[in-house]
């Protein structure tokens, strides 16, 4: 492992979404460490629960592509978890969300749309994002 790796490795380790969104990026390329889609995902979720917009839009577009395979429960699931994560992205104007959370949401029921819906606000509520200080 070179060195940087190791000093996102530290980083992330402390908590700092954007090296946890960093270091799921480069497992799942191989980038500096082994290729490991399982350590991906698993940096890529930590940075998303903390807010991170890139790590929530990567890992909508994770969910959307699982979406499109296997078991129709887990189709659904995958659905629901990207229409989450990429409106989350959305909101948060990180480029390319919008137009893939409409996509997803375009194949998705009423009923659907309303459990994501449920889903994306009960995670706000869970996570709330610190307003800046006022001047």
Avoid at 63 to 69: I, K, L, M, V, Y
């Amino acid at each position: 492992m070179c060195k940087r790796p190791h000093w996102y490795m530290k980083a992330a380790d402390q908590n700092h979404a954007l090296a946890q969104f960093n270091l799921g990026v480069m497992f799942a390329s191989g980038q500096g460490v082994p290729r490991d889609d399982a350590k991906a995902v698993m940096w890529i979720q930590k940075a998303a629960q903390q807010g991170d917009a890139g790590a929530q839009h990567n890992l909508g577009m994770r969910h959307q592509r699982a979406s499109f395979d296997g078991p129709s429960i887990e189709i659904l699931e995958s659905k629901l978890e990207a229409y989450k994560w990429l409106h989350l992205a959305a909101t948060q104007g990180y480029r390319g969300s919008e137009a893939a959370f409409e996509s997803v949401a375009l194949g998705m029921t009423y009923e659907e749309i309303a459990v994501g819906n449920n889903r994306t606000a009960t995670f706000t509520a869970a996570h709330p994002r610190p307003t800046p200080a006022a001047p």
